[in-house]
T-cell receptor, first 111, second 120 residues
Framework: GNSVTQMEGPVTLSEEAFLTINCTYT??????LFWYVQYPGEGLQLLLK?????DKGSNKGFEATYRKETTSFHLEKGSVQVSDSAVYFC??????????FGAGTRLFVKA | GAVVSQHPSWVICKSGTSVKIECRSL??????MFWYRQFPKQSLMLMAT?????????EQGVEKDKFLINHASLTLSTLTVTSAHPEDSSFYIC????????????????FGPGTRLTVT
C-alpha cells in the first residue's frame, strides 16, 4: 500500500545551520508529494509541493526535489531561523480520496 | 490559495455534553471533507471522509455514534462530539478538497487551523 516514512525527530539545530529532513515514500502510480508545516497550536499549512518526477518545490527558503528513482522527497533549507521551529509532515496523494501523511518531524532551532 | 476555516478555534466543555465544530471552505466548493484528530506530538489520524449530501465514511475504530459528521453543503461540514469525555480531548483538524486543480490534474487538499477541544 501507499506509505510515507520520515526521519524521526526531534531535530535540534542552531540558527543558520543547514537543515535536511528525510522523506521516502511507497506508492502505486504517480503521486503528488507535499511538505506541510505545523506551528505550535495551529493547523497544517502547505509548505511546498511537487507533482511529477524531478520537480523541485520551493517556498520560504525550503526546497525539496521529487526523486522517483530513490522514491524520496527530502526537505532542505540552507540557513534555518528560530521561527522555523515547528513540526514538518511529508505527505503523498495518489488521486484517491486520502492524503497519506508521515509521522512528522519536530524541528527545534536554537538562537 | 484556497481557505478553510474552523469554528471554534478552541472549546472547553463539561463531561457528558456535546460539542459541534464547524468547517467551512471559504472560496471554493468542497466536494470532499476530511476530519482528523491529532494527539499531542503525534501525526494526524484520519477519522472520517465525507462527501456533500451523503453519509460519512468512518475509519476503522472511530465510533460513528460518538463523532457525528454532517456535510450539509459544498462549503460546510460539521463534526459533533456527542457525550464528550476527557479522553475525547484533542486537536481536531478538518480538511477540504475540490475545485482547485494542481499541475498533474489532481485537486489539492486544504486544511483548517484546527479546533482544540478540552473536556473537563
Amino acid at each position: 500500500g501507499n506509505s510515507v516514512t520520515q526521519m524521526e525527530g526531534p531535530v535540534t539545530l542552531s540558527e543558520e545551520a543547514f537543515l535536511t529532513i528525510n522523506c521516502t515514500y511507497t506508492a502505486t502510480g504517480y503521486p503528488s508529494l507535499f511538505w506541510y508545516v505545523q506551528y505550535p497550536g495551529e493547523g497544517l499549512q502547505l509548505l511546498l509541493k511537487a507533482t511529477k518526477a524531478d520537480d523541485k518545490g520551493s517556498n520560504k527558503g525550503f526546497e525539496a526535489t521529487y526523486r522517483k528513482e530513490t522514491t524520496s522527497f527530502h526537505l532542505e533549507k540552507g540557513s534555518v531561523q528560530v521561527s522555523d521551529s515547528a513540526v514538518y509532515f511529508c505527505a503523498l496523494f495518489t488521486g484517491g480520496f486520502k492524503t497519506i501523511f508521515g509521522a512528522g518531524t519536530r524541528l527545534f532551532v536554537k538562537a | 490559495g484556497a481557505v478553510v476555516s474552523q469554528h471554534p478555534s478552541w472549546v472547553i466543555c463539561k463531561s457528558g455534553t456535546s460539542v459541534k465544530i464547524e468547517c467551512r471552505s471559504l472560496d471554493f466548493q468542497a466536494t470532499t471533507m476530511f476530519w482528523y484528530r491529532q494527539f499531542p506530538k503525534q501525526s494526524l489520524m484520519l477519522m472520517a471522509t465525507s462527501n456533500e449530501g451523503s453519509k460519512a465514511t468512518y475509519e476503522q475504530g472511530v465510533e460513528k455514534d460518538k463523532f457525528l459528521i454532517n456535510h450539509a453543503s459544498l462549503t460546510l461540514s460539521t463534526l459533533t462530539v456527542t457525550s464528550a469525555h476527557p479522553e475525547d480531548s484533542s486537536f481536531y483538524i478538518c480538511s477540504a478538497r475540490g475545485g482547485v486543480v494542481s499541475g498533474n490534474g489532481m485537486d489539492e487538499q486544504y486544511f483548517g487551523p484546527g479546533t482544540r477541544l478540552t473536556v473537563t
